[in-house]
Nanobody
């Protein structure tokens, strides 16, 4: 059974930093591009970061480029999202998921699967 579990979301002040974790089980991450997404109620889900299955490339949404970094620890089957210089508009529920159609990050997502339960990030004074 494939399972993704996100963690690390907390309340943080503007300008602060945070690292989210996405622990994967039952899936060989080398075969798939893995993405981080975020959702705010009333808004569309936003794909913000992607790491390729071979870890050779990453892509970021303009809204987080230069502030967020996606990485992977293959030994732990865990994908991380390091977030710096957080802004109130970064507040959202953050999810990870696998693109089961693609191994490499592209300009568009394929079929996303194995969503976790999400982790809440709140950026507020």
């Amino acid at each position: 059974q494939v399972q993704f579990v996100e963690s690390g979301g907390v309340l943080v002040q503007p300008g602060g930093s945070l690292r989210l974790s996405c622990a994967a089980s039952g899936l060989f991450l080398d075969y798939y591009a893995i993405g981080w997404f975020r959702h705010v109620p009333g808004k569309e889900r936003e794909g913000i970061a992607c790491i390729s299955g071979d870890e050779s490339s990453t892509r970021y949404a303009d809204s987080v480029k230069g502030r967020f970094t996606i990485s992977r620890d293959s030994a732990r089957s865990t994908v991380y999202l390091q977030m710096l210089s957080l802004k109130p508009e970064d507040s959202a529920v953050y999810y990870c998921a696998a693109d089961i159609e693609r191994r490499f990050c592209g300009t568009r997502w394929g079929t996303l699967n194995y969503w976790g339960q999400g982790t809440q990030v709140t950026v507020s004074p």
